[in-house]
């Protein structure tokens, strides 16, 4: 098979090693790519919103497969445009996408089927979300309707915190067009459990559990981030919160997408709240999520070309998913400044050393090549160090050790990824 993959991050990387391993694959190519993912796959300098380019390049080299990997191409039709063109593509069409597309869609639906979730409000102007929060208690989150990297939502602890989170996504724009719609919702404690599914418009298939570090800096200090580093599986995830959320949570989605005319076929991403009152719906992302898939499809002993094809053609009832019984860590290794302001352009040095080093693996978030074909930074996430371990602990010192093996100017890192595998013991 040929198979295309679209998209250039961590995530990205992850899934073209996953698929370069099946023995399906004879070529695969990733647009845009990366300089990590050049090593897998031959890349391709298409954007990712280019969907004309897409679909004219996969029809030029006669490409099987398709797969969508980043959110905003899905929100805005990418799979649609593929199959219009009556080709194969991996991801949700353009419909049933708007379940990460859109705050304000996914927790209506949640609402009207009775998937336990947030209580919440939506609002289309300032002026009404200013108002609710006069009398709303605190704290209370504040989230973009639209798409915003993975950093549209505010934690707010008093009310003037909450009313300059209104004028941040409202007013001043700080993540555009996302902001025109907001929903405010009550703010709920628990551990936080991250939970990837392959769906293919009828069955649902649960992936191994992960938890993500969003924030900057130590001891979950800073800004909203895309992920500073995740472990699998987590051990906050029980056998007892596993049965709850597959009769309460993760088939009734499926099942509500179908009867609003959205049937979904791809990855749901279930973002969950493990609170005293049973687990609850944070969020729905409509694809792998990142740094997540870095840490699950290590673990993963399917062909994962099985499994794509399997979604598509609605044959996932005859797939079991298996993952070994170990554990993994990622621990990114971002530019200095990043969320913010950072600078790009350094060497990397010492990635051969993961070459042949089994269980550690290095998966490139933002890398190109320079004009002399040296690997430098290219982004605020430059890499996702990622090692298994019998368990978590080991996974965790695994990883770690391996963040030495590479440098770079301005490298940094969170040192505290997985603490919460010692609160657990």
Request: hydrophobic share 40%; proline share 4%.
């Amino acid at each position: 098979m040929k198979i295309l993959i679209v998209g250039g991050g961590g995530r990205e990387h992850a899934i073209a090693w996953k698929v370069s391993q099946s023995p399906r694959v004879e070529k695969l190519y990733c647009a845009p790519g990366n300089a990590g993912i050049a090593e897998v796959a031959e890349c391709v300098d298409i954007g990712v919103m280019e969907f004309g380019r897409l679909v004219e390049f996969a029809k030029e080299k006669k490409i099987d497969l398709t797969v969508v990997a980043p959110d905003d191409p899905l929100a805005a039709g990418a799979v649609d445009a593929f199959e219009a063109a009556g080709l194969r593509a991996f991801g949700p069409r353009k419909n049933a996408a708007i379940l990460e597309g859109s705050k304000a869609f996914s927790k209506d639906l949640m609402k009207k089927y009775g998937i336990p979730t947030a209580a919440y409000e939506t609002f289309d102007t300032p002026e009404s979300a200013l108002a609710y929060l006069e009398t709303a208690p605190m704290p209370i989150v504040l989230k973009a309707d639209g798409l915003a990297l993975g950093k549209g939502v505010l934690i707010c602890n008093t009310l003037e915190e909450a009313k300059e989170g209104v004028r941040t996504l409202m007013l001043d724009k700080q993540f555009g067009e996302a902001g025109n719609r907001i929903v405010i919702e009550e703010f709920m404690t628990g551990r936080e459990v991250s939970v990837l599914s392959f769906v293919d418009g009828k069955n649902i298939r649960i992936m191994t559990s992960a938890q993500d570090h969003k924030r900057a800096k130590d001891g979950d200090k800073g800004l909203n981030t895309g992920g500073m580093g995740t472990f699998s599986p987590s051990p906050f995830y029980t056998d007892e919160v596993d049965r709850f959320c597959r009769q309460h949570i993760y088939q009734p989605t499926v099942d509500a997408m179908r009867a609003e005319g959205r049937e979904f076929k791809g990855v749901i991403f279930f973002g969950l709240m493990l609170t005293k009152n049973g687990p609850r719906v944070l969020e729905y992302n409509a694809r792998f999520g990142d740094p997540e898939t870095q840490v699950v499809l290590p673990r993963m002993k399917n062909d994962i070309v099985d499994v794509f094809e399997a979604c598509i053609d609605g044959t996932l009832d005859q797939t079991e998913l298996e993952f070994e019984d170990n554990a993994a860590v990622c621990v990114v290794l971002a530019s200095q400044g990043y969320p913010e302001h950072y600078e790009k352009g350094y060497k990397i040095t010492g990635l051969e050393k993961f070459a042949g080093a089994e269980g550690y693996y290095v998966f490139h978030a933002g890398s190109r090549f320079d004009q002399e074909g040296n690997i430098v930074t290219g982004g605020g996430r430059v890499l996702g160090v990622t090692a298994v371990g019998e368990n978590l602990k080991a996974a965790r010192a695994n990883a770690y050790g391996a963040t030495e093996w590479v440098e770079f100017d301005n490298k940094y890192m969170r040192h505290d990824i997985g603490k919460a595998i010692d609160e657990a013991q």
